[in-house]
């Protein structure tokens, strides 16, 4: 008897992605993609520039008072990340 090798499409690519060693920038970039969503259209807005390396979110702000309140809050904000992207991608946020 023939054994089924059958997989979807999304099972097909994300072992694809797994194995090249592509999935942790694809949730990188997922991550930066949702900032307006995670973080509200404010915040996003005075946010200038924002990378992810050695899993360290860097994030430049245009205003320092809020770069100052977020650094205050970078506990509630690690776990908002962590709860509404679903992955641990990240293990510190740095805001600049």
Do not use: C
């Not at 307006?36 to 259209?41: F, I």
């Not at 904000?77 to 805001?95: E, P, S, Y």
């Amino acid at each position: 008897m023939e054994h089924d090798r059958t997989q979807s499409l999304r099972e097909a690519i994300g072992k694809y992605l797994k194995e090249e060693k592509l999935e942790g920038k694809l949730n990188e970039h997922k991550l930066i993609g949702m900032w307006q969503e995670l973080m509200g259209p404010t915040i996003a807005s005075r946010t200038a520039r924002m990378f992810i390396k050695k899993k360290t979110l860097y994030v430049n702000m245009n205003s320092a008072p809020l770069k100052q309140e977020l650094n205050m809050s970078k506990a509630k904000v690690l776990k908002l990340i962590h709860k509404k992207v679903g992955i641990d991608i990240i293990d510190d946020v740095k805001f600049l």
